[in-house]
């Protein structure tokens, strides 16, 4: 998960631990260093508490670059790799339709993606009852 502010990454990590269905996962989280200034020994805190993994990136921003890094790292010891941002809203099943994706619809699928919305911001939304408000715009609708 690619994160800007600790703020953010709490938001998401909770929104992940508390509305997954399928426990068995793992979070890396991507901090660049560059943008948003040095990573705060609270925030190191936060991610190891959780035995999550870090990955702090100083050079300049590239999304792919980043991601690539964590993949060649450890990628090989998981089945399924999600990339997030840090602005997600999850409901309870987000991680069971990815991998069911993977091994129900096709043999042949190598990526899918979610449709993701981009709401107002300030805006408050009950997940999952106003989840498809239509003041909500699509930002991708998904692979």
């Known amino acids: 998960m690619l994160f800007r502010s600790k703020d953010l990454l709490g938001q998401a990590v909770y929104a992940i631990?508390?509305?997954?269905?399928?426990k068995n996962f793992d979070v890396a989280?991507?901090?660049h260093e560059k943008a948003h200034g040095t990573?705060?020994?609270?925030?190191?805190?936060f991610i190891s508490k959780?035995?999550?993994k870090l990955y702090v990136e100083s050079g300049e921003?590239?999304?792919?670059?980043f991601n690539n890094r964590v993949f060649d790292d450890i990628g090989e010891q998981y089945d399924y790799i999600v990339l997030m941002n840090?602005?997600?809203?999850?409901?309870?099943r987000?991680?069971?339709?990815?991998?069911?994706?993977?091994?129900?619809?096709?043999?042949d699928i190598g990526i899918v993606g979610?449709?993701?919305?981009?709401?107002?911001?300030?805006?408050?939304?009950?997940?999952?009852?106003?989840?498809?408000?239509?003041?909500?715009?699509?930002q991708h609708a998904g692979v």
């Open 61 to 65: 921003f590239n999304f792919s670059k």
């Open 114 to 138: 979610a449709k993701l919305l981009h709401v107002e911001r300030g805006k408050k939304y009950r997940f999952p009852e106003h989840w498809y408000d239509n003041t909500a715009i699509i």
């Open 29 to 31: 989280c991507i901090y």
């Open 94 to 107: 987000w991680l069971t339709e990815f991998v069911a994706s993977f091994n129900y619809l096709h043999d």
């Open 86 to 92: 840090d602005d997600i809203i999850v409901g309870k």
């Open 17 to 22: 631990e508390r509305n997954t269905e399928y």
């Open 50 to 52: 959780r035995n999550y």
């Open 39 to 45: 990573i705060t020994e609270d925030t190191m805190n």
